[in-house]
């Protein structure tokens, strides 16, 4: 199966040919795979070289002449390093855009630390109206990318991983998609998250609900699936920062007796490179540690079997 990097490139050199609003800025990373559409629109994709922050400020000055512009590099570099550039040149000056990123939050170990983001959705969440799309498979991530680009003038960030769920599922850039039901608690499984969680969750009496949009946070369907539940209890599931959205879920049910557990990646620097199974192992993320974790968690109101 092909990631979600290998239909970025093809998708969005298509919006390129179909939209004469939208462009591309890169930094170098990517290029190659815009070698075609850059001879075919050399005034709409543009290498700005090893400038990030640079990246993001012509990103910013496409939108205000009027352009739909999708600015790209690894997360680290896209998010990160140019904060200042998404916080003043989109946010301040009101314009939008769409930042797609790479690499996730360890999708290249040997990248080391430079290369590795797990902290850019909450970094994002400092600042106000950033839609966030966060799909789980590479269908998902091009109908998400297309969502992004129609999506008017707003800003949209699409992260994209190397991490992959073995289907795709619906999904409208918008809501939470059920994928079952239970009584016990409920787990939102947040993009690549998907498939562990339904592993961890065999035979545990819960509803799993799957957000590839995280913001907005779709608050009615929590209060809808944890109305349905014995009790309220929320684990959420993400490929980022542990308790990234642990904030919204304490919005989404203000006026109800809850409790939630944010599991993710873990604050403390991992310094040894390994491979992507051992750093999701060493943050709790794989399947057992995840069944231990939310049995644990949601405790007797969820251990009965399920009844199918």
């Known amino acids: 199966m092909d990631t979600m990097r290998d239909r970025f490139a093809p998708t969005l050199s298509r919006l390129l040919d179909e939209d004469p609003r939208v462009a591309v800025v890169l930094a170098v990373i990517g290029a190659d ?3 075609e559409a850059q001879r ?4 709409r994709v543009i290498d700005v070289g090893i400038r990030e922050q640079l990246l993001v400020g012509a990103g910013a000055g496409l939108a205000l002449a009027g352009m739909r512009p999708v600015m790209h590099t690894f997360a680290s570099f896209l998010v990160e390093r140019p904060f200042e550039q998404v916080k003043l040149d989109f946010g301040h000056q009101g314009v939008g855009g769409v930042l797609v990123s790479a690499a996730a939050s360890f999708d290249w170990p040997a990248g080391g630390y430079t290369h590795m983001s797990p902290g850019d959705v909450a970094l994002l969440d400092t600042l106000d109206g950033w839609t966030v799309h966060v799909p789980g ?10 969502h992004a680009v129609a999506a008017g003038d707003d800003k949209v960030y699409v992260r994209l991983s190397v991490q992959s769920n073995a289907r795709a599922l619906p999904v409208d850039g918008t809501r939470f998609h059920t994928v079952r039901e239970g009584r016990g608690g409920v787990v ?4 690549p998250m998907l498939d562990n969680v339904l592993a961890a969750a065999e035979g545990l009496d819960l509803t799993v609900l799957y957000a590839t949009t995280v913001r907005p946070f779709d608050a009615e369907a929590l209060r809808r699936a944890t109305g349905a539940a014995t009790v309220a209890d929320v684990v959420v599931v993400e490929p980022y920062l542990a308790g990234t959205s642990t904030a919204a879920v304490n919005d989404a049910l203000a006026d109800v007796p809850h409790r939630v557990l944010g599991l993710g990646v873990g604050r403390a620097e991992l310094r040894r490179y390994g491979q992507v199974d051992e750093h999701m192992a060493a943050h709790g993320l794989d399947i057992r540690s995840l069944r231990e974790r939310i049995s644990r968690w949601a405790g007797a109101a969820a251990s009965s079997r399920i009844l199918v």
Do not use: S
């Open 40 to 43: 075919k629109h050399p005034e």
């Open 33 to 35: 795979g815009f070698a």
């Open 188 to 191: 939102v499984a947040v993009g």
């Open 137 to 146: 498979h590479p269908d998902e991530a091009e109908t998400l990318l297309r």
